[in-house]
């Protein structure tokens, strides 16, 4: 009788993650299942916030130095919250669409993953192909070095590949996996606009240590702002 009432309970759970709360209600019982899919729930909120908050920061941060369209828009920290909220409310708004799309929510987090780790490997790539050119820091690998970071760059090239494949078959619109077309598009983009316009001004990022050495507190949304205005009428003349 448990072994069939099992079954009935997973059966009435066709998808993924049905399946999981009907296992642990079957294993730990209705009120264990509850607590673990608390935890579970939990995990994912501040997984997502963290997510928010990088992107939100990494955002601001490009748009300082320039890199992005509208950095002017996105390059301001509130005076009153000292957070960047334009670059917050943006990627707030980015996960909106996984909010009531499975297909969205299962390329948003391939994209996450992709792009974080092609942001690894692409210094780590350039270390390997200009290795003569290398200067290294006062903590190295020594000769574990270069076979290390060739290494880290097949094995992320190999896990990109494998987080844009569909997760199920047959493949329709429904199941294609749409972060390589997402990936796609900002490499385009990001080798397109560097060729075009980048390439012809941007001398790297903004230098805030030197600021700290002026006595300016970076972190002082006010101060910071009289810097990047002063630094650029200098500039200007």
């Not at 980015?94 to 391939?110: D, Q, Y």
């Not at 996450?112 to 290294?136: C, W």
């Not at 060739?150 to 199920?168: E, G, N, R, S």
Request: with cysteine.
């Amino acid at each position: 009788m448990a072994a069939s009432r099992r079954r009935h309970v997973v059966h009435k759970f066709p998808t993924p993650g049905g399946h999981v709360a009907a296992k642990w209600r079957c294993t730990v019982g209705e009120n264990g299942a509850i607590v673990l899919m608390v935890i579970v729930i939990g995990a994912m909120f501040f997984c997502g916030t963290f997510s928010i908050t990088s992107n939100s920061r990494m955002m601001f941060a490009f748009a300082r130095d320039g890199g992005i369209p509208g950095h002017t828009f996105f390059n301001y920290v509130n005076v009153r919250w000292k957070s960047p909220i334009e670059p917050d409310s943006h990627s707030f708004c980015l996960g909106l669409p996984s909010l009531g799309s499975s297909v969205a929510f299962s390329a948003a987090t391939s994209i996450a993953t992709i792009g974080l780790y092609i942001s690894y490997a692409i210094p780590i790539a350039l270390r390997v192909v200009y290795r003569d050119k290398f200067v290294r820091g006062p903590f190295h690998l020594g000769a574990f070095s270069y076979p290390v970071a060739v290494t880290a760059v097949l094995w992320i090239a190999f896990i990109a590949i494998i987080f844009i494949l569909p997760q199920v078959n047959p493949v329709d619109s429904q199941t294609f996996n749409y972060a390589i077309v997402a990936v796609g598009i900002v490499i385009f983009y990001s080798v397109g606009f560097w060729l075009i316009s980048a390439r012809k001004w941007f001398t790297g990022p903004v230098k805030q240590i030197a600021a700290e050495e002026m006595g300016i507190n970076v972190m002082e949304p006010a101060e910071a702002l009289r810097f990047e205005q002063e630094k650029a009428k200098q500039s200007q003349s």
